[in-house]
């Protein structure tokens, strides 16, 4: 039983990953609009929709054009989170974690996978802030719609920013916000992923590639 469940984290594991660059190739491939009747782009649609659908679905209107990077976080938790419950459960069945301990690696492997999909949340968001504010230097056109994607996104961030910061000539809100999530991944997620660690230790020894991030 051990080595099945040890076998099944290897394979979900890679899959996960496989299935994460699929979805990473499919929305790059959106920027350039590729022929639809090519089989490879016909894979991949097929293999990715049904997950950026589901995510347009959960997500308010607003946001829908950013439903395949919401989907890549998923995956992204589904990596980390996944594998460990098998590897926690092989551990289980090799007698390295006692039934009454379970709860503790499975809650260390959850945990990665929320600090995770932050960590990686949370750089996105900064790199959106730094292209709004570049956008803001230069008067884009309102009628892009890069631009509108972009203020859709961080106009809920930076409008409370704007109320309390003093007026300038240049909008400093979208950098004091990016400010907020790198001290916010530096001091908080790190700590969160660090103690994840803690938890999970009792598990690892089916060597489940984990990395840090």
Known sequence: MEWAL????????????IYLWMGIVAMLLTWVAPDPRNPFVRFLNR?????????????????????PYAGLLLIVF????????FTT????????VPAELLAEP???????????????????????????????????????????????LVDPIISPL?????????????????????LFNHFVVSELLDYSASLTAAALGSGLPLQRM
């Open 89 to 96: 459960f092989a551990a289980y069945a090799g007698g390295r």
């Open 6 to 17: 040890t076998a099944l984290a290897e394979v979900s594991y890679w899959a996960l990953t």
């Open 106 to 152: 499975l809650g260390g492997f959850l945990l990665r996978g929320v600090a995770v999909v932050l960590y990686n949340l949370f750089y996105f968001l900064v790199l959106v802030l730094a292209i709004w504010f570049v956008l803001t230097l230069v008067s884009p056109s309102v009628h892009s719609p890069v631009v509108r994607a972009v203020y859709l």
């Open 162 to 182: 704007q109320r309390i910061l003093p007026r300038t000539r240049v909008d400093l809100s979208p950098l004091v916000a990016a400010a907020v999530f790198l």
């Open 47 to 67: 293999m990715t929709a049904p997950l950026w659908n589901a995510m347009a679905r959960a997500l308010p209107a607003r946001w829908g054009l950013f439903a």
């Open 78 to 85: 589904g990596i980390e989170f996944a594998p460990g419950v």
